[in-house]
């Protein structure tokens, strides 16, 4: 009963962060799917009535030890602030993913299991098994992540302007807490798998403290990112220069943007637009070789201040630009001759 009641916050928890959309790293997401998964795992193997079943319920189960340690080490480094390369994070992730691949050959070969037996009891269906080599590398994996995490939080300590001590010493606890557990399951035979409910619990701790520092991040909160795009025109071209999309206040702007066609290049027939800012966006695009430029333009008795800077993708490379203009006209600004 335990495991189900694990399975469904599980999944509670995954809808709650679907509809929240303060919430935008994707770890956690990735970690309410993987707790939901193993619990309902850790069920599947406890009501399972034949080996095959147990099997199948055992190898879910692992999707939590597999996959946990790395997407805990992803978000631990979030809050902290730092930045894991998108290679390595892709690397680490195929390293996962190949032990979880060798988890499913449980039955068939022995490099995970070299033996496995089928039990019943009161409490519930369970396996003995004698371990092969990739559990070894299995808990290598584990350990590496846990230290990795942990000398993540102790390096990130000591930029208490950077990153929230709290937050911190939080997610060490998580962490330590998590450990404990699995290796009180590890020494103690016990007769209910307490990692079910230590993954639960971890999962709701990391997503309070993910819910707050998105509430309060001037990069996540909605009322913010409202309150600017409200205050601002946006406009946004691809890397050939045709128009994607621009906000409302862009619009009122540079009325003629209503009429520009979506994935078009800019149309040459007049307007504001063409006028004051085209030209400098050909220029940026064609010489400038900072990240922005920026510079004011007079349209009767207002004062506009534009930035033009460039959309880069994961690898760095220019996917696009935009332009980003908004009233100073009761703002006191020193105009670049």
């Known amino acids: 009963m335990i495991y189900i009641i694990c399975f469904s916050i599980a999944l509670l928890l995954l ?3 679907i509809s929240y959309a303060g919430v935008v790293d994707y770890n956690i997401v990735l970690l309410c799917v993987v707790v939901a998964i193993s619990n309902g795992g850790y069920y599947a193997l406890s009501v399972s009535t034949n080996l095959e079943e147990a099997i199948l319920g055992n190898t879910l189960s692992y999707v939590l030890g597999i996959f946990s340690p790395l997407l805990f080490f992803l978000i631990m480094c ?3 602030r ?4 998108n290679i390595a994070v892709s690397i680490m992730c195929a390293i996962q993913i190949f032990i979880y691949m060798t988890v499913c050959t449980c039955g068939k070969l022995d490099i995970f299991y ?3 037996q089928f039990h019943q009891s009161e409490a519930g269906t369970y396996l003995t098994k004698t371990y092969g080599p990739m559990h070894t590398v299995y808990l290598i994996s584990l350990a590496v992540y846990t230290v990795a995490g942990i000398v993540v939080a102790i390096y990130s300590i000591s ?13 060490l606890f998580v962490d330590l807490f998590t450990i404990s557990v699995y290796a009180n399951e590890r020494l103690v035979k016990n007769t209910v798998e307490l990692m079910p409910i230590a993954a639960t ?3 709701i701790i990391i997503l309070m403290t993910l819910i707050k520092i998105s509430v309060y991040s001037p990069y996540n909160n909605p009322e913010i990112i409202d309150s600017e795009v409200s205050s ?3 406009i946004v071209f691809s890397k050939r220069v045709k128009y994607m999309s621009s906000s409302e206040y862009a619009k009122v702007i540079f009325p003629e943007i209503a009429e520009w066609e979506l994935e078009k290049p800019i149309p040459g027939d007049g307007g504001k637009f063409n006028t004051y800012l085209r030209p400098a966006l050909t220029e940026f695009i064609n010489n400038s070789k900072e990240r922005t430029v920026s510079n004011v333009f007079r349209y009767k008795e207002q004062i506009f ?3 033009i800077g460039k959309i880069r993708g994961s690898g760095r490379s220019i996917r696009g630009y935009y332009i980003r203009v908004f009233d100073v006209t009761n703002i006191p600004i020193i105009e670049n001759k």
Do not use: A, H, Q, W
Request: proline share 3%; charged share 20%; net charge positive.
């Open 114 to 116: 070299k033996t496995i």
């Open 159 to 171: 930029r208490k302007t950077v990153v929230s001590r709290t937050n911190v010493d939080i997610m």
């Open 82 to 85: 730092l930045r894991i390369p």
């Open 232 to 234: 601002s025109g946006y």
């Open 15 to 17: 809808l709650y962060i």
């Open 201 to 203: 619990i971890t999962l």
């Open 78 to 80: 979030s809050i902290c």
């Open 305 to 307: 201040c534009y930035e």
